[in-house]
């Protein structure tokens, strides 16, 4: 790959959710207070949206690598699971020895217990579900029972669900107003804007271990982002493909040129308007309505 040649020690542009490329952007500082603070407070239910490609996963990762120790956590990253996939998949992540149970009566019991233990052992659980927009109907139920089971002094599972704007509107549904009121903490996750963009290109650049003049300049960045909507996602896509085409060329600078063939091997992009492009547009409007004009003088005075 273009390693060598830029003097990297790794890919620092991969859309891979990896944590060592964190970057602590204003709209996932706020998520990340805003749980910590909903689960310090004991809340049942807190939900973090965000549109596609806004760090969600990432967001979570940190989230669990970070968490104090108080909380035992579980991890459903596939969340399109019917009720008892979901509780057979959180009883695992909890350690929940589930070989020697037959039905949902027993696995639902095991499950509490295995909570009742944790709590007894002075800790909490906090259940993550990544791409919560996917729950079917039955399980987004059933996470709400789940979220019944407490002590006389606070509940036996806290539970974070991080999904797509699609969850607001599924949980909008008159029937899911009970699971609607118990949201007490949320979230929306935000795309970068362009000072944002630039802070986390020369970010991920430095993790991987750039030494260099820089070769994303602002002139360039301010056209990526507006490419890319600001979404990490896009951004990383279209730095990576910009770096493959000038390792092509044998260049290390990045031009407009790389940004716009980038841009049109990238889904969900949008092509950043040319500045000389708007004045060309101008100056033919100019022009055409200075002609328009003077056919109409033309024709008055014959």
Not at 2 to 28: A, V
Not at 65 to 78: C, E, S
Not at 189 to 197: D, Q
Not at 255 to 266: C, E, F, P, Q, Y
Request: aromatic fraction near 8%; charged fraction near 25%.
């Amino acid at each position: 790959m273009y390693l060598y040649h830029y003097g990297l020690r790794e890919l620092p542009f991969t859309i891979t959710p990896n944590t060592q490329f964190y970057y602590d952007l204003n709209s996932h500082h706020e998520a990340f207070e805003v749980v910590l603070t909903a689960l310090k407070t004991g809340e049942g239910f807190i939900k973090v949206t965000g549109e596609v490609g806004t760090g969600k996963t990432l967001l979570c990762r940190r989230l669990l690598n970070d968490i104090p120790d108080f909380f035992k956590t579980a991890y459903i990253p596939d969340s399109y699971l019917n009720p008892g996939e979901l509780r057979l998949a959180i009883a695992q992540e909890l350690d929940v020895d589930t070989a020697q149970l037959t039905n949902q009566q027993q696995l639902a019991r095991a499950l509490q217990q295995r909570m009742l233990d944790i709590n007894k052992n002075g800790q909490a659980v906090v259940l993550f579900i990544d791409e919560a927009q996917a729950l079917p109907e039955e399980s987004l139920e059933a996470l709400r029972l789940l979220s019944n089971l407490e002590t006389e002094r606070r509940k036996l599972v806290h539970i974070v669900l991080l999904g797509q704007p699609e969850l607001d509107e599924r949980i909008s549904k008159n029937a899911f107003r009970q699971l609607r009121q118990r949201i007490s903490f949320a979230h929306k996750l935000t795309a970068m804007n362009v000072e944002e963009t630039a802070e986390y290109i020369a970010h991920r650049m430095d993790v991987a271990d750039y030494k260099g003049t820089p070769i994303f300049d602002w002139k360039l960045i301010k056209k990526l982002h507006r490419s890319s909507r600001g979404v990490p996602r896009l951004v990383n896509m279209l730095c990576h493909k910009m770096l493959l085409l000038a390792y092509g060329e044998g260049r290390r600078q990045l031009t407009l040129r790389d940004l716009d063939l980038a841009v049109k091997d990238t889904e969900d992009t949008q092509q950043p308007n040319s500045s000389w492009g708007l004045i060309a547009i101008v100056v033919s409007v100019f022009f055409l309505a200075a002609a328009a004009f003077s056919y109409w003088k033309l024709g008055v005075s014959i």
